[in-house]
C-alpha cells in the first residue's frame, strides 16, 4: 500500500544526544515535510523539500537537519542543539509542492528527551 | 514571516449544535488554503480553498474563503462526539510552504 512510514514511533534520547527520525513515502511525491507538534497546539514547520538535493528552512529550523538524496527520504536529525526538543513529529509529503495541495502524514514520531 | 490564527483555540459543545471555526492568514505568495482533522496522530484532509467565496461541503462540514478578508471559516452542523477533534486550517504558497496555525480543540458532548 502508498503511504508514509515513519520510524521510530516512539524514542527517548539523553540530554546532548543527536537523533535521527526516519520519514520514507512511495507516493512518488516531490514535495516532503517535517513539521513538529506540541501538546495541544498546531504544526510548526521544521523544513521542506520540493525537489531531490534541495530543501528550505522552516520556521523553526534551528537545532534541526535534513538531507533529501533520494525522492523517497526525508530524514531529520534533532541535534544537541535543540533546546526543547521533547515533541510529536510529523513528516508528510504532496504531489508537486509548487502547487501547495494537499499533504498526506505519516503516524508521526514521539521524541522523549531524558 | 507567514502567519496564520485561529480562533477560538478551543470550543466544547453539544451533540446538534452547529460549530464555526476560524482562520485568517498573512501569508506572502498565497495560493491555498487547507482545512485537517486530527483525532489521535496523523491529520487527514477535509477541503482545500483556492478560489474565494465558493463552498466547498461534505456532509455536515463546509467551508469558504474570503481572499479580500484573508480568512476562511469551516462549518460543522448537527455536531456528533466522533467531530471531536483538532482542526488545524494551513496556508499555502505559491512555492511550496504550508504554514499552519495553533488549531481548534473541539470537544462535543452527548
Known amino acids: 500500500d502508498g503511504g508514509i512510514t515513519q520510524s521510530p514511533k516512539y524514542l527517548f534520547r539523553k540530554e546532548g544526544q543527536n537523533v535521527t527520525l526516519s520519514c520514507e513515502q512511495n507516493?512518488?511525491?516531490?514535495?516532503m515535510y517535517w513539521y513538529r507538534q506540541d501538546p495541544g497546539q498546531g504544526l510548526r514547520l521544521i523544513y521542506y523539500?520540493?525537489?531531490?538535493?534541495?530543501?528550505q528552512k522552516g520556521d523553526i529550523a534551528e537545532g534541526y537537519s535534513v538531507s533529501r538524496e533520494k525522492k523517497e527520504s526525508f530524514p531529520l536529525t534533532v541535534t544537541s542543539a535543540q533546546k526543547n526538543p521533547t515533541a510529536f513529529y510529523l513528516c508528510a509529503s504532496s504531489k508537486t509542492g509548487g502547487n501547495t495541495g494537499e499533504l498526506f502524514f505519516g503516524e508521526g514520531s514521539r521524541l522523549t528527551v531524558l | 514571516e507567514d502567519k496564520v490564527v485561529q480562533s477560538p483555540l478551543s470550543l466544547v459543545v453539544h451533540e446538534g449544535d452547529t460549530v464555526t471555526l476560524n482562520c485568517s492568514y498573512e501569508?506572502?505568495?498565497?495560493?491555498?488554503l487547507l482545512w485537517y482533522k486530527q483525532e489521535k496522530k496523523a491529520p487527514t484532509f477535509l477541503f482545500m480553498l483556492t478560489s474565494s467565496g465558493i463552498e466547498k461541503k461534505s456532509g455536515r462540514l463546509s467551508s469558504i474563503l474570503d481572499k479580500k478578508e484573508l480568512s476562511s471559516i469551516l462549518n460543522i452542523t448537527a455536531t456528533q462526539t466522533g467531530d471531536s477533534a483538532i482542526y488545524l486550517c494551513a496556508g499555502g504558497t505559491s512555492y511550496g510552504k504550508l504554514t499552519f496555525g495553533q488549531g481548534t480543540i473541539l470537544t462535543v458532548h452527548p
Open positions: 507516493l512518488n511525491h516531490d514535495a
Open positions: 501569508v506572502t505568495n498565497f495560493r491555498s
Open positions: 523539500s520540493q525537489i531531490v538535493n534541495d530543501f
